[in-house]
């Protein structure tokens, strides 16, 4: 497969700079993760045993060592804690401005914050305590040789947009 625009990596895959994960069955063990993306749910897995809800998405239980784990909805909006931005000197496959941010979720949330990236934001517009929302975006699709056969598997991954853009 050719990656037009980079002669260097014409014809090949480049696999060490593919900044998504494999998200299908055959490959990882947290696929459901990326299956509820697509459906437009942000979620991640809770304990059946000791009710331990671990982000990222796991597949033993941090606490309890289990592998008896569920799938649950983490919510969509937040405020911003922190953040930083990068306007120069963004790695390759990335679009200035890059933004992360520290976000704190609403009370009785399973987390109090993560760290997310911010899309669809303007260098400069971004403020701590701006309320952000939870947006999933396509991302290129990935060869996988299946089975002898090479299957281009769509995927998708997740960010945070500011609510009043």
Known sequence: MAVLG???LED???????????????????W??????????FTTTKCKGCGKVAYPPRVICPECYSEDLEYVDLPKKAKVVVFSEELKGVPL???SPLIHATIEFPAGSPFKTIVTKIINCPAGKLKEGD???????????????????????????????????
């Open 131 to 165: 309320e952000v929302q939870f947006v999933v975006f396509p991302v290129a699709a990935h060869p996988i040789d299946i089975k002898g056969g090479i299957a281009m598997k769509e995927r998708v991954f997740f960010a945070f947009e500011p609510v009043n853009k």
């Open 93 to 95: 496959g990335y679009d």
């Open 6 to 8: 980079i002669p260097v």
């Open 32 to 41: 459901p993760f990326y299956e509820n993306l697509k459906q437009g749910k």
């Open 12 to 30: 090949k895959y480049p696999v060490t700079m593919d900044m998504w994960p494999i998200q299908c069955k055959e490959f990882n063990r947290v």
